[in-house]
């Protein structure tokens, strides 16, 4: 029988135990766990240990890496411990410098192609997505033009939060009126985006370190990607700054979190001074030296 | 020659961009040019930061080239481009001992500038042997160079602590030397997380220069005069300052926390309630303070701080910060959190339940578990579990029909089964009554088998009525149930049951499968004989069914009987990796010495999972061998495996473990293991004071 006769409600966390765990984490996903997450393994997969009916947290590691379920069971442990709390327009000033800024440049560089794609890199349940589809609309500059706003995250269940595009009050902390007005409607059932936002919005699940999946999602103009490095080591970060570096357009714009930098990671990106905020841009340059030697 | 000529060109170009790319190159092209190091010296020097941090990249991957080595060094020369000094300091650094003994060589021959950057070079090798080659500059007669010696002394400290500490604490005392510099005595030792005495600590305080790095130290002191102190100065602090004291607020709070001592004898002012507050609210959108806020006004006992923890528990990364604010407060934090737990998501909900779970006591528990009960009709599986673990604890008489409800629910029957159990083991008249007049169908039968097992034999006439009834459960049509009776009869302990529990082993399910090989490891006859251990044997002898072979391996270590370990031995070294691991993890429970040579030859099973069997099921013997082949771990091919042995061999502590460590120290290159080998060294060096950050339960002031 599953239950402890130790009287404790359920098992708790040892050290040893969140190492081990917090190794197959990273072997997996590349996601960096400091030993202040301890606790939020304890909390959060704690639940998957006594769902599962095991004795203790390392019944739960043997079963992630011996049983059949195990591949599935990873993927749910990651996603709950990487479920992010976001809000529509977040961290406004940097909203500011894309609308007023970054989106008048793209609208004169792709004028010809009248196409627009923008990646909201590690989505958690869309806000940000449907806020940079709002701004971009509200900017009226890409009227008649191909739009694709897309959302990605490793987490399965955030995915499908934004692909429902239905939130609570906790997602309305910083959104102007007039936003709420123009691009939500009020039901039962919570606050829906409207259609014509979310009929530009496209979400998928992704892990940032898997390339190949990575090239889904096509090429874009600009990718947000802000506080998701944080949950990568050094070398992981790497290698998502190269997919990331990959799938944007010569002269595409990265957007990291206000604490973020691309410092030590990368030095493929040239700093661009807006007035509001300090982006990266994928060099223009076109004609390289070396294609010769590279082929 | 022609790649030669494509290089030159690039390098001459205008565009940054086609340098930085033809410095990336050269990585590939090593073997196609001439004396590639003459590029790369000349990229660490260009004009464009890009390009000076690719060559960086470059330099570091050509490590230990000589011709490099020795341009890069002269690179410290005297000389107007500072860019080239500085990436030439940030390459040397992965030069290793090389660049120790060619910095050693040189340093007669550079000016203060050179010896400065040869300073912070040696820091970045993290070598304790740079620290003879730092000493005599701290008797240079340029201050600049120093404070360099001192910084990169507290660097390589890392691997040194007791050399560092010693050399730092003595130069601190100089009353003669320039505040700055000993400012950087003073930062090295906080870096290091070493304790000064409360008396130094206090006459700093005065010093404006040394005010802000002291007030970090007096927050690891957790000495009680340095309480006042902090609070003062974070009613004064302005802009950065803000973050500094706070920091250091929160150390003093973690280390009374941690010696179960609470602040609350100290009032706080008005404005540093007022502040703390405002930091700890969601719209700060600086994740540190707000974290430490929550700490800080939790450790200080400011219960305007509990609905703002409490609304915190939502956000992951706060998570551990506002459980922590919410436990050091205590009781008073109950009714904020049972207010948010009534209109949460069910993940915090749960979390709201499981904290008030943990700081009700045996008056506040129950009344807790009256408003929780409210809540479970409706409530999703997550709040359930949470709400049968406040059962467990604080559950009465009244609480057995609630919980047995939950026994037929497959995502509560765990929760509710400890909860009954823990119910039977309180109450156990009411539950030997429920017991003894439950039917073989339904939650009652799945009841009465939980109570059997947890109470002891004979619930009803005789033990062979409790067998009796067990068995005729054996046949019910829910697997929980079966599972459930098994283990009763496992408890029932007579050799009655063998019969009933060997058939079980043919269920569909494997889980009533697994509960029969428990059973079968539980059972004795009046003389302590196991009649079910042939079963077993036979069983992991034959059965191909890998997860019921390790359920046995399992059962059998779980029955402590030496002769298991014939059994065992020749699958820790060629068994699939889940039976080996099984097989380990039982060995390890065998009253036997020679489990330890078995237990050595796990470690040379090919498949990493195995060895760290081995090494955890190593760990906690005494053997004089086992350190010698966990050092050998620290070799291991996989990443994890090394990576473990190196917190073993820090938690084992003493000199071998450290010089073990030391010499992994220079070849490893996975920053997961340098970061358990530097985990490792600081456990052993035994220097560290810096309070833990929150850890699982081990801050709960009960």
């Known amino acids: 029988m599953s239950f402890r006769s130790s009287g404790e409600p359920r098992p708790r966390l040892l050290s040893e135990e969140f190492l081990l765990l917090r190794d197959v984490i990273y072997e997996h996903a590349g996601l960096s766990f400091d030993g202040d997450a301890m606790f939020l393994f304890d909390r959060r997969l704690g639940e998957r240990v006594e769902a599962l009916g095991l004795r203790s947290f390392n019944d739960y590691y043997k079963y992630i890496r011996f049983n059949a379920r195990g591949p599935v069971e990873l993927e749910e442990a990651i996603e709950r411990l990487t479920t992010k709390e976001t809000y529509f327009f977040r961290q406004e000033y940097q909203l500011r410098a894309f609308a007023s800024e970054l989106l008048p440049r793209l609208a004169l560089q792709n004028a010809d192609s009248k196409r627009l794609c923008v990646w909201s890199a590690g989505c958690s349940t869309g806000e940000e997505a449907y806020t940079l589809a709002m701004l971009v609309r509200d900017s009226g500059l890409f009227e008649d033009w191909e739009v694709r706003i897309i959302g990605s995250d490793i987490c399965k269940t955030s995915v499908a939060t934004a692909r429902r595009g239905v939130y609570q009050a906790s997602s309305f902390r910083v959104t102007p009126d007039i936003m709420r007005s123009r691009?939500?409607?009020?039901?039962?059932?919570?606050?829906?985006?409207?259609?014509?936002?979310?009929?530009?919005?496209?979400?998928?699940?992704?892990?940032?370190?898997?390339?190949?999946?990575?090239?889904?999602?096509?090429?874009?103009?600009?990718?947000?990607?802000?506080?998701?490095?944080i949950y990568f080591d050094l070398r992981s970060r790497r290698r998502v700054i190269d997919t990331l570096l990959e799938r944007l357009l010569p002269g595409g714009y990265l957007l990291l979190g206000h604490s973020e930098s691309l410092l030590n990671l990368s030095t493929a990106f040239e700093l661009v001074h807006l007035r509001e905020d300090l982006v990266y841009r994928k060099p223009l340059t076109t004609e390289r030296w070396d294609s010769g030697a590279r082929k | 020659?022609?790649?030669?000529?494509?290089?030159?060109?690039?390098?001459?170009?205008?565009?940054?961009?086609?340098?930085?790319?033809?410095?990336?190159?050269?990585?590939?092209?090593?073997?196609?040019?001439?004396?590639?190091?003459?590029?790369?010296?000349?990229?660490?020097?260009?004009?464009?930061?890009r390009v000076r941090k690719q060559a960086i990249e470059v330099a570091v991957a050509f490590a230990p080239a000589q011709d490099l080595l020795t341009g890069l060094v002269a690179a410290l020369k005297p000389g107007d481009n500072v860019g080239l000094r500085n990436a030439a300091v940030e390459a040397l650094g992965a030069y290793g001992q090389a660049a120790v003994d060619a910095l050693a060589h040189e340093l007669p021959k550079l000016d203060a500038d050179g010896r400065k950057l040869a300073a912070e070079a040696l820091a970045r090798t993290a070598l304790p042997s740079a620290l003879e080659v730092l000493r005599p500059l701290l008797s240079d007669h340029d201050s600049n160079v120093r404070a360099a010696a001192l910084d990169a002394i507290a660097t390589v400290g890392a691997?040194?602590?007791?050399?560092?500490?010693?050399?730092?604490?003595?130069?601190?005392?100089?009353?003669?030397?320039?505040?700055?510099?000993?400012?950087?005595?003073?930062?090295g030792i906080n870096r290091l997380g070493s304790l000064l005495p409360?008396?130094?600590?206090?006459?700093?305080?005065?010093?404006?220069?040394?005010?802000?790095?002291?007030?970090?130290?007096?927050?690891?002191?957790?000495?009680?005069?340095?309480?006042?102190?902090?609070?003062?100065?974070?009613?004064?602090?302005?802009?950065?300052?803000v973050a500094a004291v706070l920091a250091a607020l929160v150390d003093y709070c973690r280390a009374f926390a941690q010696n179960h001592l609470l602040l609350r004898a100290e009032p706080a002012s008005r404005a540093v309630v007022a502040r703390l507050l405002a930091l700890a609210l969601p719209s700060n959108e600086d994740i540190v303070s707000r974290k430490a806020a929550l700490t800080v006004a939790g450790a200080l006992g400011l219960e305007q701080i509990a609905p703002i923890a409490a609304e915190a528990l939502s956000d992951g990364r706060m998570l551990a910060e506002a459980d922590e604010s919410l436990s050091l407060l205590g009781s008073r934090a109950v009714p904020a959190l049972l207010e948010r737990a009534g209109r949460a998501d069910p993940d915090t909900c749960a979390a709201c339940i499981e904290i008030v779970t943990g700081l009700a006591d045996t008056q506040s528990g129950p009344l807790a578990v009256q408003e929780i009960r409210r809540w479970l009709g409706t409530a999703s599986p997550v709040v359930v579990r949470a709400a049968l673990g406040a059962i467990t604890l604080f559950g009465d008489?009244?609480?057995?029909?609630?919980?047995?409800?939950?026994?037929?629910?497959?995502?509560?029957?765990?929760?509710?089964?400890?909860?009954?159990?823990?119910?039977?083991?309180?109450?156990?008249?009411?539950?030997?009554?429920?017991?003894?007049?439950?039917?073989?169908?339904?939650?009652?039968?799945?009841?009465?088998?939980?109570?059997?097992?947890?109470?002891?034999?004979?619930?009803?006439?005789?033990?062979?009525?409790?067998?009796?009834?067990?068995?005729?459960?054996?046949?019910?049509?829910?697997?929980?149930?079966?599972?459930?009776?098994?283990?009763?009869?496992?408890?029932?302990?007579?050799?009655?049951?063998?019969?009933?529990?060997a058939f079980a082993l043919t269920d569909e399910e494997p889980e009533v499968r697994h509960a029969a090989v428990l059973a079968?490891?539980?059972?004795?006859?009046?003389?302590?004989?196991?009649?079910?251990?042939?079963?077993?044997?036979?069983?992991?002898?034959?059965?191909?069914?890998?997860?019921?072979?390790?359920?046995?391996?399992?059962?059998?270590?779980?029955?402590?009987?030496?002769?298991?370990?014939?059994?065992?031995?020749?699958?820790?070294?060629?068994?699939?990796?889940?039976?080996?691991?099984?097989?380990?993890?039982?060995?390890?429970?065998?009253?036997?010495?020679?489990?330890?040579?078995?237990?050595?030859?796990?470690?040379s099973h090919g498949e990493p999972e195995v060895v760290k069997a081995s090494m955890l099921a190593l760990g906690d013997t005494i053997d004089p061998r086992v350190l010698a082949h966990l050092g050998a771990c620290l070799d291991h091919s996989a990443w994890d495996v090394r990576r473990l042995s190196a917190d073993m061999l820090g938690r084992a502590g003493g000199e071998s473990a450290v010089l073990l460590l030391r010499a992994r120290l220079a070849a490893e290159d996975n920053p997961r293991v340098l970061e358990a080998i530097n985990r490792a060294l600081d456990a052993g060096s035994g220097m560290r004071h810096t309070p833990l950050p929150p850890r699982a339960g081990s801050l709960r002031p009960r």
């Open chain 2, 520 to 603: 079968l490891s539980r059972l004795r006859t009046p003389d302590g004989v196991l009649p079910g251990l042939p079963k077993l044997l036979e069983l992991v002898e034959k059965s191909d069914d890998q997860e019921l072979v390790s359920a046995a391996l399992g059962a059998l270590g779980e029955a402590g009987d030496g002769r298991v370990l014939a059994v065992l031995r020749p699958l820790v070294r060629n068994a699939p990796p889940m039976v080996a691991v099984a097989a380990i993890e039982a060995l390890a429970r065998v009253p036997d010495a020679r489990r330890v040579d078995a237990l050595i030859e796990g470690l």
């Open chain 2, 1 to 49: 020659m022609r790649r030669a000529e494509e290089i030159a060109a690039a390098f001459a170009s205008e565009d940054p961009e086609q340098r930085r790319r033809a410095v990336e190159s050269l990585r590939e092209l090593e073997n196609e040019i001439d004396a590639p190091a003459r590029y790369v010296l000349q990229a660490l020097g260009d004009d464009d930061w």
């Open chain 2, 397 to 501: 008489e009244s609480c057995f029909a609630t919980v047995s409800a939950w026994l037929g629910n497959e995502e509560t029957a765990s929760a509710a089964e400890t909860a009954l159990a823990a119910l039977a083991q309180r109450y156990p008249e009411s539950a030997q009554k429920l017991a003894r007049s439950a039917h073989t169908e339904g939650e009652q039968a799945h009841a009465a088998a939980v109570i059997q097992t947890a109470l002891h034999a004979p619930i009803r006439d005789s033990v062979a009525d409790d067998v009796a009834y067990l068995s005729v459960l054996l046949s019910n049509p829910a697997k929980a149930v079966r599972r459930a009776a098994l283990a009763g009869l496992g408890n029932a302990g007579s050799e009655l049951g063998a019969d009933a529990a």
């Open chain 1, 183 to 229: 691009y939500f409607r009020e039901e039962t059932s919570g606050t829906h985006v409207v259609d014509r936002v979310k009929q530009m919005c496209h979400f998928g699940q992704l892990n940032l370190l898997d390339a190949g999946r990575a090239s889904m999602v096509g090429r874009v103009d600009v990718v947000f990607c802000r506080n998701v490095l």
């Open chain 2, 198 to 241: 409360w008396p130094a600590i206090e006459a700093m305080l005065e010093d404006p220069v040394l005010e802000r790095s002291a007030l970090s130290a007096a927050g690891r002191s957790a000495h009680p005069e340095a309480l006042p102190a902090l609070l003062g100065a974070f009613e004064r602090a302005r802009g950065g300052g």
């Open chain 2, 159 to 187: 691997a040194a602590a007791a050399d560092a500490f010693d050399i730092l604490s003595r130069f601190l005392q100089n009353p003669g030397e320039e505040a700055f510099v000993r400012l950087c005595a003073l930062d």
